[in-house]
C-alpha cells in the first residue's frame, strides 16, 4: 500500500469515526455497525455504535424511537403506548436489559454500562 493510499485510508476512517455509526475496511467499504437485539411481529430493538446517553433504536414501519436503556423512557421519536409497555416489559421481566448493555458494550467501548 502505498502512502497516498494509507493517508486516503486515515482520512477516510476519521470521516466515519465522525459519523459515529460507520466503519471503513482496509478494502475501503463501507459498513454500519448495528445489530438486532429482539423484535416482535412488526418491530425491532436494535443498538448501534452510538453517542450518548445510552440508548437503543425501535424500528418498524410506524416506529422509529430511541429509548434510554437504563429506564427504557422515550429519548426521540415517536412510538406507540402499547408497543412501548411491551418493551418496557420485556426490559424488565425477560433479561431484555442485560441483552441490550452486552450489546451495547460490544459496539461503544469507550462508553461500556455496568450489568
Same mark, same amino acid.
Given at each position: 500500500?502505498?502512502?497516498?493510499?494509507?493517508?486516503?485510508l486515515?482520512?477516510?476512517?476519521?470521516?466515519?469515526?465522525?459519523?459515529?455509526?460507520?466503519?471503513?475496511?482496509?478494502? /475501503?467499504?463501507?459498513?454500519?455497525?448495528?445489530?438486532?437485539?429482539?423484535?416482535?411481529?412488526?418491530?425491532?430493538?436494535?443498538?448501534?455504535?452510538d453517542?450518548?446517553?445510552?440508548?437503543?433504536?425501535?424500528?418498524?414501519?410506524?416506529?422509529?424511537?430511541?429509548?434510554?436503556?437504563?429506564? /427504557?423512557?422515550?429519548?426521540?421519536? /415517536?412510538?406507540?403506548?402499547?408497543?412501548?409497555?411491551?418493551i418496557?416489559?420485556?426490559?424488565?421481566?425477560?433479561?431484555?436489559?442485560n441483552?441490550i448493555?452486552?450489546?451495547?458494550?460490544?459496539?461503544?467501548?469507550?462508553?461500556?454500562?455496568?450489568?
Open positions: 500500500m502505498t502512502e497516498w493510499e494509507k493517508e486516503l486515515d482520512i477516510a476512517d476519521n470521516i466515519a469515526r465522525a459519523m459515529d455509526r460507520l466503519r471503513i475496511w482496509e478494502d /475501503g467499504s463501507v459498513y454500519e455497525i448495528r445489530q438486532f437485539v429482539y423484535g416482535e411481529s412488526n418491530w425491532s430493538i436494535q443498538i448501534y455504535a453517542h450518548n446517553p445510552p440508548h437503543f433504536h425501535v424500528k418498524s414501519p410506524n416506529i422509529d424511537a430511541c429509548l434510554t436503556i437504563s429506564d /427504557g423512557e422515550l429519548l426521540r421519536g /415517536g412510538i406507540d403506548s402499547a408497543t412501548h409497555k411491551k418496557r416489559y420485556w426490559l424488565d421481566q425477560f433479561n431484555g436489559r441483552q448493555v452486552k450489546c451495547w458494550n460490544k459496539f461503544n467501548p469507550d462508553n461500556k454500562l455496568a450489568i
